[in-house]
């Protein structure tokens, strides 16, 4: 019975998709230990270590469809050992002459870790699609909303008048760093190992790197300089670049969150028939693909720290250590899948109230533009005696409830300075919007090739 919300099916949509599930999952996990099996025995036949005869044999049987995984899991109950129950049912399924030469050579680690590579390579293709994806939306909500104003808050209070296309151009230039670090950090990941015992290769003979290179080429994956048993660094680098990415998606999803309050109303994510808010509140139109994605970092996160942890290893092999892998690495894929597939839908459905973005711009009655005004007055008085006189009349205009326009007009410096149409200029919004257009333009520019590749 599964007992993870990885694997409950009233929970496991909101942790993975039915892809993500695949790739990590128990049968594609023993597929690849096979496929490296095969590989090791395809290439040691070329190189006439072992007979051609059972290279095609051991190949032929290496399906996870022949393997019992029942019997498999019972019987490293029993013997202790993750591996060679499977190598077992391999040699079992070849007749007696070619399976002895299972595994010839390789050790369990050469065959685990070359296999997580493997299927890292499996999702390192999928989570690029779905980068991309996102990616996409963001251009076109940058594009589509270059020029309608909103409130830019810092500190979590309005402080100067943005566009919303503005800020999805932040959100996107963000996202095409995390694109260029994983397109760098892949020839460093996905990499595979033909090591032996401690990584000395002895066990392989005296051609063990033509060897070693000629089985990783046929499962598509790079060749080390040396083991990497004890040097986690690789896959670490991934979980922490997945984190990363996630990090960016969450402080995306919290940011919609916090705009489709009813207070500010800015946007609201797609809303499908029978979606419920609440067992009690019938009204409700509860963001909950924004929370999801808000919330799904965290665990993300850890996993990752788990992932660091995983680099103090001992000697030339660490058991301890190198388990911690088996729970961390997977859980940061499938979560960032998640994530990575989740924006992608919350974008996508997106819609944007610029009326309401317009209201809210207007809330503050005009002191959102006290900079506009501070900087248009330094010319004539200087910059330190506008910043003076502005925040006085700002302070008195916000204590009696004035508008910006009115505490002005009642300032004896500042009502000398400016007449009428100064004040409704400089308190216009839509006057102080500055490079936001063109930053957009650039933006949106700068991260096209790798979106529409």
């Known amino acids: 019975m599964p007992v993870s919300v990885f694997d409950m099916q009233s929970l496991q949509h909101l942790w993975g998709t039915d892809e993500l599930r695949t790739i990590f999952g128990e049968e594609n996990r023993i597929q690849k230990w096979l496929d490296f099996e095969a590989a090791l025995a395809a290439a040691q036949a070329e190189l006439g270590i072992i007979p051609a005869a059972a290279a095609e044999e051991i190949a032929a049987q290496a399906q996870v469809a022949n393997i019992d995984i029942a019997q498999m899991s019972a019987e490293i109950r029993r013997i202790k050992h993750s591996l060679v129950p499977a190598l077992k049912q391999l040699q079992a399924r070849c007749s007696k002459e070619h399976g002895e030469w299972v595994h010839y050579g390789a050790t369990t680690q050469d065959v685990v870790d070359t296999g997580v590579a493997l299927q890292l390579k499996e999702f390192h293709a999928v989570a690029m699609r779905d980068l991309k994806a996102v990616g996409q939306e963001l251009s076109r909500l940058a594009t589509t909303h270059r020029d309608v104003p909103m409130a830019g808050r810092t500190h979590g209070v309005q402080a100067l008048p943005i566009t919303f296309g503005h800020k999805c151009a932040i959100w996107l230039d963000e996202l095409g760093r995390h694109h260029e670090r994983l397109v760098q950090a892949a020839p460093r990941v996905l990499v595979g190992m033909l090591a032996g015992a401690v990584g000395s290769q002895a066990s392989l003979g005296p051609k063990a790197l033509e060897l070693e290179r000629l089985m990783l080429d046929k499962l598509g994956l790079g060749t080390p300089a040396i083991s990497w048993a004890p040097a986690r660094d690789r896959f670490t680098e991934y979980a922490n670049l997945l984190a ?69 290893q001992e000697s030339e092999r660490d058991g301890i250590a190198w388990k911690m892998e088996w729970k961390a690495l997977p859980e940061c894929c499938l979560i960032a899948g998640a994530m990575l597939f989740q924006a992608k839908n919350l974008l996508a459905g997106l819609k944007v109230n610029a009326a309401n973005m317009a209201s809210n711009l207007d809330m503050m009655r005009g002191y959102l533009l006290s900079e506009r005004v501070m900087l248009e007055l330094s010319e004539r008085v200087g910059k330190q005696t506008a910043h003076e006189w502005i925040y006085e009349a700002s302070m008195h205009g916000i204590t009696s409830k004035l508008s910006f326009a009115d505490a002005m007009r009642q300032h004896e410096g500042l009502s000398g300075l400016l007449s009428d149409a100064d004040i409704r200029n400089f308190t216009d919004p839509l006057q102080y919007l500055g490079q936001c257009g063109a930053t957009v333009d650039r933006v949106v520019a700068a991260q096209a090739n790798w979106l529409q590749a």
């Open 244 to 312: 990363m990415l996630g990090a960016t998606l969450s402080k995306i999803g919290n940011e919609l969150f916090n705009m489709q309050r009813n207070e500010f109303s800015e946007v609201e994510e797609g809303f499908s028939d029978g979606k419920l808010g609440s067992s009690t509140m019938p009204h409700k139109r509860n963001p909950t693909s924004a929370e999801n994605l808000a919330g799904l970092s965290r665990p993300l996160r850890y996993n990752a720290a788990m992932m660091v942890e995983g680099m103090v």
